[in-house]
């Protein structure tokens, strides 16, 4: 089993940053490959972003393509998220995810309980 905890979120204005953290307790997360995923009010939850177990390969989806990077530490079982440039539309709960290299929520079989990230024009 793998317990995972975001943190991290809040409220900041359009152009601003924000890094997100998702502690990870269980098993190791260097077993895994790990993803943010987002939720916006009304819509389903859309890929953001995974790296792979060795953090040599990153995936992004183009709407955050050049602003966000995902990284991780497996020494400190912990994943990360800077967000940079933010716009109104990244607002969303933001989900990290632990589980096999993908774009699909079908992929990951563990799930934190998301951070609030709120971006205000």
């Known amino acids: 089993q793998v317990q995972l905890v975001e943190s991290g979120g809040g409220l900041v204005q359009a152009g601003g940053s924000l890094r997100l953290s998702c502690a990870a307790s269980?098993?190791?997360?260097?077993?895994?490959?790990m993803g943010w995923f987002r939720q916006a009010p009304g819509k389903e939850r859309e890929f953001v972003a995974v790296i792979s177990w060795s953090g040599s390969s990153t995936n992004y989806a183009d709407s955050v393509k050049g602003r966000f990077t995902i990284s991780r530490d497996n020494r400190e079982n912990t994943l990360y998220l800077q967000m940079n440039s933010l716009k109104p539309k990244d607002t969303a709960v933001y989900y990290c995810?632990?589980?096999?290299?993908?774009?699909?929520?079908?992929?990951?079989?563990?799930w934190g309980r998301g951070t609030q990230v709120t971006v205000s024009s």
């Open positions: 995810a632990a589980g096999a290299w993908g774009i699909l929520p079908v992929d990951y079989g563990y």
């Open positions: 269980g098993r190791t997360l260097s077993n895994y490959a």
